[in-house]
């Protein structure tokens, strides 16, 4: 017997976030490793693949926490070798989505004195501000 995982709201809101923004249905990953077993950067990872689509079958905001999803090279290893054909690169780049739209800036360019602006290399502050700033 198949028990159903019942989820929040706001668990089941954050999955099918991802699940709109990737386009993929995470709930049909059946948690057999495959992806992980044959991505090439499993190594640099801190989760796994098959991790990372757990984390968001059960809405876990954590996910969003871990480098793994910024280390997916989108090499669609994953999807090739899916017997659900889910495109784990698809949802590792609604993750990064997600984190990119919430426009958070790490720097406060204001703050820094004129003087030191007057500094910089030009290339460094234009970097930094893409960088930094949403």
Partial sequence: MIKKIEISPDNEKFLNKVNELSGEVITLCEQCGTCSGGCPLVTEMDITPSQMMRLVQLGQKEVLDHKAIW????????????????????????????????????????????????????????????????
């Fill in 71 to 134: 280390v997916c090279a989108s090499c669609f290893t994953c999807t090739v070798r899916c017997p659900r054909q889910i495109d784990v690169s698809k949802v590792a780049e609604a993750l990064r989505q997600i984190i990119l739209r919430q426009a958070v800036d790490h720097i406060d360019i204001k703050a820094i004195p004129k003087e030191e602006i007057a500094c910089l290399p030009q290339i460094a502050l234009v970097s930094a501000c893409r960088k930094f700033t949403g």
